[in-house]
């Protein structure tokens, strides 16, 4: 709180705070490149590194996937009914299964998928866990040891969490679109051939190109942006007097940020 005061009535502190900022959007980015080119190194992929990452993958997807699917179906359905009944009320039924489609499909699981998926893997993390700011090691030790356990934990959680958003994403997307057309056809085969031609009509390749991309995107930024606030704070220990779980809201624009991008490059 005393923070925020000084920088309010002291305007000679805004600059210093935007060049503070910048730094910390830099030094994400600069940590999502060392995850990736790590990522793409043969030698990090050892025998500890995989049993590492099939913890993470356990943990992260198989554990939580079907209470997700679960959930996702069961609000799905009713999201599902009133956009048919609505539909139906003012004589747009035909149009009620592409809505659902992509509203359902195409935004709102892959978007679910990756709050999930932080709440669950991403942002369990805590300062403390790491431990090091706690330590009282020197600024150097940190960096050291921050690399060493990047390479050790970061690499695995950055594959567990993208295939956790990809999994959730692809296997509530498939219960949605079977709940569709039960919804629209019931046990009826005859409705294959229309269903098929809409579903096929929503997605083109462009659009699934970029469902992709936006899910893998996603994946990044839940893996990356929580453990980069994370090791920021053990760099910095003078910001660890907040009561907001580091990388929380960045996270949270970052994903708004990647979702108003993909509606606005296929919707205007």
């Known amino acids: 709180m005393r923070r925020t005061v000084n920088l309010a009535t002291r305007p ?26 790590t990522a793409l190194t043969p030698s990090s992929y050892s025998r500890a590194s995989r049993h590492a990452t099939a913890y993470y993958v356990y943990t992260g997807t ?3 996937l079907p209470w997700f699917t679960l959930l996702s179906a069961l609000i ?18 035909r149009y009620a299964l592409e809505m659902v489609v992509r ?34 090691l020197p600024t150097d030790a940190i960096t050291t040891e921050a690399l060493r356990r990047l390479r050790r934990d970061l690499v695995p959680q950055l594959f ?7 999994s959730l994403a692809m296997v509530s997307s498939t219960i949605v679109l079977v709940l569709a057309y039960l919804n629209v056809y019931g046990l009826s085969p005859w409705g294959l051939p229309d269903y098929t031609r809409t579903v096929g009509r ?8 970029g469902f992709v991309l936006k899910t893998v995107l996603f994946g990044l930024a839940v893996a990356v942006i929580p453990t980069a606030a994370i090791l920021e704070l053990q760099r910095y220990p003078r910001r660890l007097a907040s009561n907001v779980q ?11 940020l990647i979702e108003g991008s993909s509606l606005a490059i296929k919707y205007i």
């Not at 567990?160 to 990809?166: D, I, R």
Request: proline share 3%; charged share 10%.
């Open 12 to 37: 000679s502190l805004w600059g210093a705070a935007f060049v503070r900022y910048l730094r910390s959007w830099w030094y994400m980015f600069h940590l999502g490149a060392i995850a990736l080119v």
């Open 246 to 256: 580091p990388g929380a809201l960045r996270l949270l624009f970052v994903l708004l």
């Open 76 to 93: 799905s359905l009713v999201i599902i009914r009133i956009v048919l009944v609505t539909a139906l009320s003012y004589g747009l039924s």
């Open 103 to 136: 509203v359902l499909v195409l935004e709102l699981i892959p978007l679910s998928a990756a709050l999930f998926a932080a709440l669950r893997a991403g942002m369990a993390f805590d300062s403390s866990i790491l431990g090091l700011a706690r330590a009282g």
């Open 160 to 166: 567990a969490n993208a295939f956790s958003v990809l």
């Open 202 to 209: 929503v997605f083109e390749p462009v659009v699934t190109i």
């Open 62 to 64: 198989w554990k939580v």
